[in-house]
Every structure is written in C-alpha cells, then in structure tokens.
C-alpha cells in the first residue's frame, strides 16, 4: 500500500519516495514554463511533472539545467521527474526512442517515472495527431499491453526508476498488473472536488497503486472552457471551507488530496500561486470538512477531448477500442 509520511511524500510500491505536490507543466506556454519550474524549484518543489505531449520538455530541461547536477543547488536524486510516452508511440518498437527523446529534451540520464500517457494507441510517427482528411483521428490496434513489456524493458535498462499509467479505468490497470513483471507504480488521472474518483482511489490503493491526480484545481484554463461556465474554484462551499482555516480554496482542495494519499500536480506559471500550491503540509482538514469537499462530486470530467459532430459535442475517441471513459470508473 502506498503509505505517507508527514515530509509530505508517498513511497511508491518501488519503494521510491514521490513529493505529494509537483509542478504541472501542461498548458504551460512557450517561454512560460522555463521560468515557472526555475520558481517552483527554487521555493520548495521537487516533483516535475511533464510529458512528451505537452512540448516543452526542452524548457523544462534548461531549467533543470540550472539547478540540478554536479556543483548545482539540488542534487538529481532530489527532484522526481516524470515523463509520460504519447499515444503515437506506443508501439513497442518505438518505446525506448520515445523515452530516449524525452531525456535529451530534459537532459536527464534517467526519469523517476515513466507513465503511458492514455491506452489508446494512434498511428505510428511523427505527428502528435494523425488525421484522416475529415478530421478524424487515425488510429492504432497495438495493444496496451505490448506498450507495458516495452515499458518494462525500460526499467530493465535503468533508462527509469517507475513506470505507471495515466487515463487508465480500473479494469484497464487490472490488465497490466495480471500481466507485469514491474507493475504499475501509479495511475495519473483527472481528480478535483467536482471529479472525485473515490471508486477508481479505493481500487488503487487496494492494489498499491498511486494515485496521482492532474487538474487537481479543475482545470480553469482548458481550451475548450466556456466563458460563462462557473469555475470550481469560487464554488462558495470551498471558499466558507478556505475562510476558516485562512487558506485558499486552490490549497483547501490540494490539502484534500493529500490527506486522501492522493498526489497533486497542480499547473501555474504565476510565483505566487506556484508558491501557495506547494503551502499544503501545514494544516489539516477536519474529517467533517474532508466530507464536504467529498460531497461536491458530480462526476463532471473537463479534460475529455471533444470534437462537433452533427451539431453536438461528442467525445473524440470514444470509438477507439481502448477507450478508457466507458467504464464506471
């Protein structure tokens, strides 16, 4: 089982200790990103959290460049970095150079953890999304499973410490551990007040995976939010909660992810927020205001891609076998 202690880290079933909060680095824009991670490194992170998709890793990488190594301020073993293989590489001749590309971005001999980013695969290449002429997205029948043995060979080389999931429901990471030989260290996933996951925490934590939760904070900045949609953040429920421990509601919904053992890599590139989003070992929230946060749920998730289609927003790859969202949890 995933344990906690009170430095704020988790120890992974590798034994490995993970700081509860990371930096998150999606979304984060071009000439944005270098500076953010230099600000959360230099107050206190030592949890990145990136991924090939995202490109940015060679930002996040001059970064590390300067205050990670040999006659820098923080040594490599004290900063947990994780890195995340995109769908259009998950067949199992393309893993290792998939991971090789994200170290040399990063500049990094090894990652702390490796995570296959969604289980369905696209269309072998270069091109993050390989369209058809109409838009629709060209896809892969390489079975997640394939991607996993190439993943473990990965350990087995010492190119990563961990390797885990991300977007995988429940049956889909029972699919992995039946068959792995390094089994699965953690399952990143969407988790906040309004998606909390409870379902998919307590399987988890019976099979001594982490959880970690990205857009912890719902996720305001999403492309695809509309303009007049309430923002998770003001609900007035967080904010009586946030008033009574003087904290934010951003740290009051960090606080109940770490006191579940659920880790956090929430996103900013604003110092201030950056350094109030790692402000989250210093109280604790009572099991009354736990419930309450926990009773915000409605199961709404905002990081599915959609498209249009016949007038009507829809799910992009809801189609594809190893679609993930289906499942109940």
Not at 122 to 146: I, K, N, W
Not at 147 to 166: C, F, H, K, N, P
Not at 238 to 243: C, D, F, H, S, W
């Amino acid at each position: 089982p995933v344990s906690m202690d009170m430095e704020c880290t988790v120890t992974l079933s590798t034994g490995q200790r993970m700081p509860v909060v990371g930096l998150g680095t999606w979304k984060s824009a071009a000439g944005q990103v270098q500076q953010a991670v230099l600000s959360a490194l230099d107050c206190g992170y030592r949890h990145v959290d990136c991924a090939a998709a995202y490109g940015n890793e060679q930002e996040v990488g001059g970064a590390l460049a300067q205050r990670v190594g040999p006659g820098k301020e923080l040594r490599r073993e004290e900063v947990f970095v994780t890195s995340k293989l995109w769908n259009t590489k998950h067949h199992p001749e393309d893993v290792e150079a998939a991971c090789r590309s994200s170290l040399a971005q990063l500049g990094l001999s090894y990652l702390d953890l490796y995570l296959v980013h969604w289980p369905m695969a696209f269309q072998r290449g270069e091109e993050l999304m390989p369209r058809r002429a109409d838009g629709t997205v060209c896809y892969s029948d390489t079975h997640y499973l394939e991607t996993w043995r190439a993943m473990e060979a990965l350990v087995d080389q010492g190119l990563v410490r961990a390797i885990g999931l991300s977007n995988f429901s429940a049956r889909q990471m029972d699919d992995v551990i039946a068959a792995a030989r390094h089994r699965p260290a953690v399952n990143q996933v969407e988790c906040h007040p309004y998606l909390s996951q409870a379902s998919l925490l307590s399987h988890c934590r019976s099979v001594g995976v982490c959880m970690t939760a990205y857009s912890p904070l719902g996720s305001g900045d999403r492309p695809w939010a509309s303009a007049d949609e309430p923002r998770m953040l003001d609900d007035p429920k967080l904010g009586a909660i946030a008033e009574k421990y003087q904290k934010t509601a951003a740290q009051v919904v960090l606080r109940w992810q770490v006191q579940r053992g659920v880790v956090c890599v929430p996103k900013s590139v604003t110092p201030s927020r950056i350094l109030q989003n790692l402000q989250v070992c210093d109280f604790s929230l009572s099991e009354e205001d736990m419930r309450q946060v926990e009773a915000l749920d409605r199961g709404e998730r905002y990081i599915v891609p959609a498209v249009e289609r016949d007038g009507q927003r829809v799910w992009r790859d809801a189609e594809h076998p190893h679609f993930p969202f289906h499942d109940a949890f």
